[in-house]
């Protein structure tokens, strides 16, 4: 017996003292599951009013106040999809006024996508507050076939879910076999022979998710025919037809952030709805476009395309990323963990999107460039052409009324230029239109001769009108930053210039529409194949004279801009390798195979990520640490007004602490651990469509006592869809309540990252193909979610265009195309913006990973854009400080990382990097790097002190930390196992000498 | 020898941790974290669950002990190196670890367990009749 009770324990100490361990590596997740807050602030003194950061709903105790904050959280979210679903095409069905009774066809339809798999909270089928498709259409008095409902219910299949399988990069993103062969139906097509047959609804979905883009080369049905996951599979087609032949009104709702070939469908519906991901309500906005309480006035932000593979990004990126060359040399030298195996040579430069398709329609209709080449148009096409190439461009979504817009005015300032315009709805029924402005900068001689390429066609600025009645009008006035029509030359002025040339400002229905009125303007028509004659009079031209001052030198700091970035183009590496896509030459620079090289060895050198030499003059570690440990009476509370740029009191308020305390503030994670006595730990909020967590108002469901979850919002596209400025800052405003309410200090939310093509797994985040509007966009969200004392911090700042093998993804570009498109689309929320923080990619700047750039994180963001945000990596775990001192991991080269001026880890609530670091400035005696943790802790405390978790600390304010239950809990289980298997093993001992001695 | 209650207890925990340990390499080459203790202490586990199979011995309660401990040591390992990937799956993020390996830490969890339940088992019954 002795021998068995012996072994219990045993087992239970070995299992309570490995868990343990384990247990505090992730406390700060165990703690956010648990809710439990480890640091309490305690009131030394009179507190007075300490809620700065007040929600304008009411008091944060006040249950009314939290119902009427969600209650505007879902108005914020039908509304987007009220005014975000883009109608793509209608033969005259939409509004269904009179239809009543409806079957829904699609596994999407019962089992919609609402988000995909990412961050933040998730709604789901049943979930509170979230309503489905059949009950949004039930709540506009349709009715909808319960049998067939049901029926796809019980069917085994289910819908693409952008879940990965094994092999951990991503490499799911399948659509196949995820509707039901036709013959599935047959036992249920008597349940619309006679009835429910007014209006079939088909919903088609596509999810990727994070980790997982959708796959350029898919199989279909039958499991061998190749193509792509956007195109229709078999079982969907035949779902179609059988649904055309059995229905005189068909209509399809596209329940997917990625651009399906809309084509395919078109022939077998009389409309369709692109709808996105709806969030928790955004059905009701559905519901009420198709039976047009709502008159649609969404666009689309993305270029539809007839082949989703005809993007030249397509090439060298997505699931088609190559490897490098010599992989196995690479990963043999360096290492399998430096994530060193794939490379994505942006052979694409500017052109993403709807930039390639316009420009080189442009260049097609002005006999340029060699645009009517077949390479890069559709399979055996003879020549390329636009309107074979595009079903719907950016921009594009149509009403069920009509609009006429005038340009009534372009003042053209120093700065910025004033467009005016007149707004009527020349239609029968109320709605929004979408004012779009858009421009065209100059493609001249030093452009070609530098490689200076340029969109014919980009945004520029938009705006909406309020509702308009039948003949109502409207005038709108849109301000353009002029600093958005610059070029970057990269290789003669490298820096910005104004082209010397005429420059055009034009309004249209959509980008395509845009661009066809300025070549009105320049005297093209339908002869010269434009597929439609534009209207001269919505452009306006002036003339720029060549400039390459203006934008030259920062305004915020006055540092000069200059190529920083050479050293992530391929050529640089190896001579000639790669040939970027040029308007100059279509024919010849369109990208037809992936371009992939052997890694040099100057190249490993870096992709090893270990090359910090401690310099000659550092200080010593001490000299800087003698700074520390001198207790000035300064509280958290006193510094929330103190600039940042009054260094030597934020100074003295960080050399309070120890050199020890230091690492906790690289420390950034679900909970942030407290920094010393200066700041208590808080949480932050995690998802470009809703902050994560749940209310802190119970509330009673059914009897029961339930927390209710912050809002899921609509997938970004749907929100920039809008077109809406209004909304946007509505979303930044909501998700600032959702935070300030959930106690979060920052969101890392925004989606700044760019739809390069159309099958990235996160395009649901992320805000759009094009940069301006990402700009645009950000910068309104971020400035609305800030002035509720959440801080917004944009995601993944930059770069992290793509899913698959996302880590250590080598991404080489020309400066050109970075500046001006993944740097764009980040700037708008960072630096016009002013973002309180940033979460970094995964990505890899050349061969160096986006944390360790030096010229991405200070030359940029620091010197170049003056701003002072908090810098944080994408997910880079560490639970054991000791392990992450050398070479062990392209994310664990800590001191790389903070020398090019990171300066938080994300999902490191142990601050184990930070304790690297700390302990390579100890061991090496390098008082550089104990500099660079004190300057992390000032941007990091300068942060907190800008948000709500200064709420209720005073300036006499402390912080006293707890030790949660659970830590205690184990570490009895520990002690009480411990003695109980001494106990046993002695009585085992005893017992067995006992029968011993009897023997 | 006559087969004892506890010649069978240590059969299964021997046989589970070896499935268990072709799981932890499946797991491993799909990605999931490698760690030598758990492939050692799963062998000498075995080994000491094989050692009592062959019958009462003055030793045969401590093997039995060691082998329940170094069978639990190789579980609980397998499982603490996967908290990532099951923190992933809990929370729909792809940040800590490999969410898809979840189920095979999961997998992993369920056979080490009955195999140490086995093992304990073999403890309490004598190995020979």
């Keep these: 017996m002795w021998s068995g009770l012996t072994a219990i324990v045993a087992v239970l100490l070995v299992i309570s003292i490995i868990g343990q361990g384990a247990a505090l590596g992730y406390a700060d997740v165990i703690n956010n599951m648990l ?101 949004a259409l039930e709540g506009q008095n349709f009715v909808v076939n319960p049998t067939l409902w049901d029926h796809l219910k019980a069917s085994t299949v289910t819908r693409n879910n952008g879940a990965a399988g094994w092999g951990g990069a991503g490499v799911s993103g ?45 199989v279909d049905d039958d499991g061998v025919t190749v193509m792509s996951s956007l195109a229709l599979h078999q079982n969907e087609k035949d779902l179609l037809a059988m649904v055309r032949s059995e229905f005189d009104k068909v209509v399809v709702l596209l329940n997917s952030p990625n651009q399906m070939e809309v084509h395919e469908i078109i022939p077998y519906c009389d409309a369709i709805l692109y709808i996105g991901f709806p969030g928790h309500q955004g059905f009701v906005g559905v519901a009420e476009i198709l039976r047009g309480t709502v008159n649609p006035s969404g666009k689309l932000v993305d270029t539809y395309a ?29 290492g399998a963990d430096e994530f060193a195996e794939y490379m994505s040579f942006q052979a694409e430069g500017i052109y993403i999107g709807y930039r390639y398709y316009e420009t080189r329609y442009a260049d097609y209709v002005m006999g340029k460039g060699n645009a009517k080449s077949n390479v890069g148009a559709l399979a055996g096409a003879s020549e390329w052409k636009y309107e074979n190439e595009v079903q719907f461009p950016f921009g594009y979504g149509q009403s069920y009324t009509t609009f006429e817009q005038t340009l009534d005015k372009v003042e053209v300032g120093e700065d910025e230029i004033t467009v005016t315009v007149t707004v009527k709805n020349t239609g029968s029924v109320a709605g929004k239109s979408v004012v779009q402005v858009y421009a065209q900068t100059p493609y001249g001689e030093y452009e070609i001769a530098n490689k200076v390429e340029k969109s014919a066609i980009q945004l520029a600025g938009f705006d909406k ?19 958005l029509l610059a070029s970057y030359d990269y290789t003669k002025e490298k820096g910005y210039i104004l082209s010397e040339g005429d420059y055009y400002i034009s309004i249209g229905d959509d980008c395509h529409d845009a661009l066809n009125n300025i070549l009105a303007a320049q005297g093209y028509t339908t002869a010269n194949g434009m597929t439609a004659n534009g209207n001269a009079a919505k452009s306006y031209k002036w003339h720029q004279e060549f400039d390459n001052e203006k934008y030259n ?37 369109y990208p037809v195979a992936p371009t992939t090289v052997s890694a040099t060895d100057a190249m490993l050198d870096i992709l090893d990520g270990e090359w910090y030499e401690k310099a000659a003059d550092a200080p010593s570690y001490a000299e800087i640490a003698a700074n520390f440990g001198k207790d000035e009476g300064i509280t958290l509370a006193m510094m929330k007004d103190v600039p940042y740029s009054d260094r030597a009191t934020w100074l003295k308020f960080i050399y309070q602490l120890q050199p020890e305390d230091l690492p906790a503030a690289t420390a950034e994670s679900f909970t942030c651990p407290a920094v010393g006595n200066l700041s208590p730990a808080f949480k932050v909020g995690d998802g470009a469509d809703s902050v994560g967590g749940s209310l802190p108002i119970k509330i009673n469901v059914n009897g029961e006592e339930v927390t209710i979850p912050t809002t899921r919002y609509c997938s970004k596209p749907i929100l920039t869809g809008t077109f809406n400025p209004d909304l946007m800052s509505g979303r930044g405003t909501a998700m600032g309540e959702d935070a300030l309410w959930s106690k979060f200090m920052i969101n890392y939310n925004m989606g700044v990252n760019l ?30 979610m800030q002035k509720c004392g959440t801080l917004a911090g944009p995601k993944h700042a930059v770069g992290n265009d793509q899913e698959f093998y996302r880590e250590g993804l080598s991404c080489f570009f020309n400066e050109q195309a970075f500046r001006e498109t993944t740097l764009r689309a980040g700037e708008g929320s960072i630096r016009a913006g002013q973002a309180g923080g940033l979460m970094q990619s995964f990505s890899r700047f050349g061969l160096k990973w986006c944390s360790s750039s030096y010229a991405y994180n200070t030359t940029v963001l620091r010197n170049e854009w003056g701003w002072h945000g908090c810098i944080d990596t994408d997910a880079a775990p560490a639970f054991d400080a000791a392990a992450y001192v050398d070479d062990s991991g392209y994310k664990n080269h800590s001191v790389e990382v903070i020398t090019a001026g990171t300066q938080e880890w994300c999902l490191d609530g142990a601050g184990a990097h930070g304790m690297a670091v700390l302990k390579q400035a100890k061991e090496t005696d390098d008082g550089y790097l104990l500099q660079l943790l004190t300057e992390a802790a000032i941007n990091w405390e300068y942060a907190i002190s800008r948000g709500n978790i200064i709420n209720g600390m005073s300036a006499t304010a ?15 289980m520990v002690i009480g196992s411990a003695v109980l298997t001494v106990a046993c093993g002695a009585m085992l001992v005893y017992s067995k000498m006992g029968k011993k001695k009897e023997q | 020898m006559k087969k004892s209650l506890g010649f069978y207890f240590a059969l299964v925990s021997a046989v589970l941790a070896a499935v268990g340990l072709i799981v932890f390499f499946v797991y491993t080459g799909n990605g999931g974290e490698m760690n030598t203790v758990v492939i050692a202490a799963t062998i000498a586990g075995i080994l000491c669950e094989a050692a009592l199979m062959m019958g009462e011995k003055s030793y045969t309660d401590y093997l039995g002990i060691a082998g329940a401990v170094l069978l639990a040591v190789a579980m609980t390992y397998s499982v603490t190196g996967g908290l990532g990937n099951i923190a992933d799956q809990f929370q729909g993020i792809v940040m800590f670890g490999k969410a898809e390996l979840a189920n095979l830490n999961f997998a992993m969890l369920g056979i080490y367990l009955v195999s140490v339940v086995a093992a304990i088992g073999a403890c309490f019954t004598k190995k020979s009749k």
């Design chain 1, 174 to 218: 399948s659509v196949a076999n995820t509707e039901d062969p036709i013959g599935y139906y047959d036992t249920v097509k008597s349940s619309w022979a006679n009835d429910y047959k007014d209006v079939a609804i088909v919903t088609f979905a596509r999810q990727g998710a994070e980790g997982t883009d959708l796959k350029m080369q898919d």
């Design chain 1, 755 to 784: 739809h390069r093509t159309p099958f990235g797994g996160r395009s649901f985040e992320y805000m759009s193909e094009c940069p301006i509007m990402s700009y645009l966009a950000g910068e309104l969200e971020t400035v609305a």
């Design chain 1, 465 to 483: 009108t309020g509702m308009l009645e039948p003949n109502g009008t409207e005038t709108v006035t849109v301000t353009v930053d002029k600093y």
């Design chain 1, 958 to 972: 402390e912080f006293v930390e707890i030790t949660p239950w659970w830590e205690t809990a184990i570490e009895y």
């Design chain 1, 35 to 135: 809710g439990i807050d480890p640091v309490i602030i305690v009131e030394k003194g009179e507190a007075g009013d300490t809620t700065y950061f007040k929600s304008s709903f009411g008091a944060f105790d006040d249950i009314k106040a939290q119902e009427a904050m969600l209650k505007a959280s879902f108005e914020q979210n039908i509304n987007e999809m009220r005014e975000g679903a883009a109608l793509l095409y209608n033969n005259g069905v939409l509004p269904l006024k009179t239809e009543t009774r409806v079957s829904l066809f699609g596994h999407a339809s019962v089992d919609s996508a609402y988000q995909s798999s990412s961050a933040g909270t998730k709604a789901a089928d049943g979930g509170l507050n979230v309503i489905n498709l059949r009950q």
């Design chain 1, 306 to 334: 007839t082949s989703s593979l005809s993007a030249p990004a397509t090439v060298n990126s997505g699931t088609q990323s190559p490897l490098y060359a010599n992989v196995d040399h690479i990963n043999a030298t360096i």
């Design chain 1, 553 to 589: 030198l920062s305004p915020e700091t006055g540092f000069e801009i200059t190529n920083q970035f050479d050293d992530c183009d391929l050529n640089y590496w190896v001579a000639g390798s790669g040939v970027y896509l040029s308007r100059n030459d279509w024919a010849g620079t």
